[in-house]
């Protein structure tokens, strides 16, 4: 008797040991279904206007021509002195958690001086990689991105943000 009360103890704590698992997968398909929705509220039309429109901002920096957008943001968990007016912004979201995370993996991986802005038209945490006191400064660090950062960029491409 005290056998069969063991192996269905057994079998019980298995069950809830193997039981909805997250993953990377899971998150995934999370994050696109609600993107789903929220371009079907909004409409295909819209959407890629949106997008195109964020992307649009493109200066000619240093000889380059690379994507700059003015907007108010403010320094987020850090002092305000880190930021400096033109942010070399290598990825954005809506998580604070997640911008957290990579801030801190580009300061003790990268050895970078990683902070995070809050604000935008769409109220995003963005994680910059360094700050610069101007913006040919920050237009070369941009062009050679791929050598200074090894961790992924996560926008499409890296750009600066200017705080006025």
Not at 83 to 104: E, M
Not at 128 to 142: H, I, S, W
Not at 145 to 150: L, T
Request: aromatic share 10%.
């Amino acid at each position: 008797m005290k056998s069969i009360l063991h192996i269905t103890l057994l079998i019980a704590l298995a069950a809830a040991f193997t039981a909805c698992h997250s993953n990377e997968a899971n998150y995934k398909a999370a994050y696109d279904k609600a993107m789903e929705r929220y371009k079907e509220g909004i409409g295909k039309e819209t959407y890629d206007k949106i997008r195109a429109e964020a992307t649009r901002n493109t200066h000619f920096i240093a000889g380059d021509s690379l994507r700059m957008v003015t907007m108010p943001a403010n320094v987020y968990l850090d002092s305000a002195s880190v930021g400096q007016p033109y942010s070399v912004i290598i990825a954005s979201f809506k998580q604070q958690f997640n911008a957290k995370t990579l801030r801190d993996r580009l300061r003790t991986e990268e050895g970078l001086p990683a902070y995070i802005l809050f604000g935008g038209p769409e109220r995003k945490y963005y994680v910059a990689a360094k700050g610069f006191d101007n913006e040919e400064l920050a237009a070369v660090f941009v062009h050679n991105i791929d050598k200074r950062v090894k961790i992924k960029v996560l926008e499409p491409k890296a750009w600066i943000m200017h705080r006025p």
